[in-house]
């Protein structure tokens, strides 16, 4: 799904900007705003091309699952890194930095010869995105005055964030329908190239700060969750008793445990633990990596069925995708209104709901359902649901914080979206390894190709009910642990850095 960011610029440059004019607020705008819709992209462009991408490279089907989870395991792990690099060297240029390695992954992606080489691409790619992507709203912070004149920009900012998504499905169909799948990679290069020429020379720097930096944090977090998820795709491919199976999920633990402890007694925590305190606010970081998980899967395998099963082009599944993502995006937009007549958890419980009966009527697909209606109406609730949530649930996971933990507590918000994705999707696989038994080449004769068509929409199926559960445990969740008397009145918080993007 796509990226939900939101980020707190350093307190000096934020008064600064309220009396201070950029020379070319246009070009400025223009810089921000492409950067980030280049990130966003990358989390939806290459889900079309999957298919292409397997039969090209020789990925398995459990395999395959990494094109996505390399990308978000990385952007996820590293960003709050990334944020804290920002403040304490500078923005713009780390800004710069962050787009340079993006570009340059994405220049190897497209070049790649081989499974692991496009991995290895992938989570360099994320990298990148997790050193610029918190670096563009704080730019953009500092660079128009606080009033409607930031107004406008955020308003622009939050389009790009929300609509995203829903291009880079088209885009990557079309790039791999009439061209490659490869140019879903290498259209980043002449676009990076250009924003860091232009960069350096209209965007304002801020001020760099003394601090440290949480290196053996992000490391921690992020290899451990790395294991856990290539335990999760292995045991699908090898099964639950291979050595590296659980050799890999016994890393994945003792990483993390690490992490916890590192996060205890660093002078300056990736993550301050004291964030978790609130049941509220923990439970959004739950409810978030839940409902992100089934919906990240659901993009994963939907597109699988929509090419191997319904025939579709690249295109024609970036299409089909439009009312869930399209909806989502217009869903983020209204709940603001709706939520201070229905209350917070309200909102969010509604929501949530509806987007589990889109998912749960989505499961019953099979290999002889039409588009219309089977598989279009649960995607229009879905994208309801889904786009109602999302406000709710970032206001949830930002508020009442301290200011000194604005942006470790923002930056959660994104980091459990990226690694609900990844791990999600690692689960579901070994679910679709289970009930699938579709040939891993395709079948020559008219009976095996329908007998493997039954067999991938079996196993899709079988893995939106999986996409179903974990929506129904993110619903539990924001029913037993957020949910409380006092809260269920309240209104949505009104914050203004709020970026609803969901899309893959």
Not at 39 to 53: N, V
Not at 201 to 222: C, N, V
Not at 326 to 339: E, N, S, T
């Amino acid at each position: 799904m796509p990226t939900s960011l939101t980020e707190r610029a350093p307190q000096p440059d934020q008064s600064a900007a309220s009396t201070r004019r950029v020379p070319h607020p246009k070009v400025v705008l223009a810089v921000i705003l492409a950067t980030y819709l280049m990130i966003i992209l990358d989390a939806t462009i290459i889900i079309t091309a999957l298919p292409k991408i397997r039969h090209t490279l020789g990925f398995s089907a459990t395999g395959l699952s990494w094109v996505q989870s390399a990308y978000t395991l990385t952007f996820g792990g590293f960003l709050l890194l990334g944020a804290r690099a920002g403040d304490l060297l500078g923005r713009r240029r780390v800004f710069v930095a962050g787009i340079a390695v993006f570009t340059f992954a994405s220049l190897l992606g497209g070049l790649a010869q081989s499974s692991t080489w496009l991995l290895a691409a992938r989570a360099l790619q994320g990298i990148g995105a997790a050193i610029a992507a918190p670096s563009t709203l704080a730019l953009l912070q500092i660079s128009f005055r606080e009033g409607p004149e930031r107004a406008r920009a955020i308003g622009a900012y939050s389009a790009v964030a929300g609509g995203g998504g829903s291009i880079g499905l088209v885009l990557g169909g079309m790039l791999t329908t009439w061209v490659s799948w490869r140019w879903a990679l290498f259209i980043n290069v002449p676009i990076g190239v250009l924003l860091m020429t232009l960069a350096p020379r209209y965007l304002p720097e801020s001020e760099p700060k003394h601090g440290h930096f949480d290196l053996a944090g992000a490391a921690t977090s992020t290899l451990g969750m790395a294991a856990l998820v290539f335990g999760f795709v292995r045991a699908a491919s090898s099964g639950w008793s291979d050595p590296a199976t659980v050799t890999s999920f016994v890393i994945g633990v003792l990483l993390l445990a690490a992490f916890v402890v590192n996060e205890r007694r660093a002078e300056q925590p990736i993550t301050p633990l004291h964030l978790f305190a609130s049941r509220e606010r923990s439970g959004s970081y739950a409810v978030r990596m839940l409902v992100v998980s089934g919906m990240f899967a659901m993009f994963f395998f939907l597109t699988q069925f929509f090419q191997g099963v319904l025939g579709y082009s690249a295109l024609g599944a970036g299409v089909a995708f439009l009312p869930v993502t399209a909806v989502m995006f217009a869903a983020a937009r209204l709940a603001p209104r709706i939520g201070p007549r229905m209350g917070n958890i309200r909102l969010l419980a509604g929501g949530v709901a509806v987007a589990l009966v889109g998912m749960v009527l989505l499961s019953r697909i099979t290999s002889d359902t039409h588009y219309f209606p089977m598989i279009a109406i649960p995607m229009l609730l879905l994208g309801v649901g889904i786009g109602t949530a999302l406000t709710p649930l970032t206001s949830y996971g930002v508020a009442g914080v301290a200011p000194g933990d604005a942006g470790a507590a923002s930056g959660l918000v994104n980091v459990a979206q990226q690694l609900g994705a990844s791990l999600g999707l690692g689960i579901l696989v070994t679910v679709f390894a289970a009930a699938s038994h579709a040939p891993a080449h395709p079948a020559r004769t008219a009976s095996a190709n329908v007998l493997a068509r039954q067999e991938l929409a079996h196993g899709v199926a079988t893995a939106l009910r999986g996409s179903a559960l974990f929506l129904a445990l993110g619903l539990i969740v924001v029913v037993t642990v957020m949910w409380r008397p006092a809260t269920a009145a309240a209104p949505v918080a009104a914050f203004d850095l709020e970026l609803g993007d969901e899309a893959a």
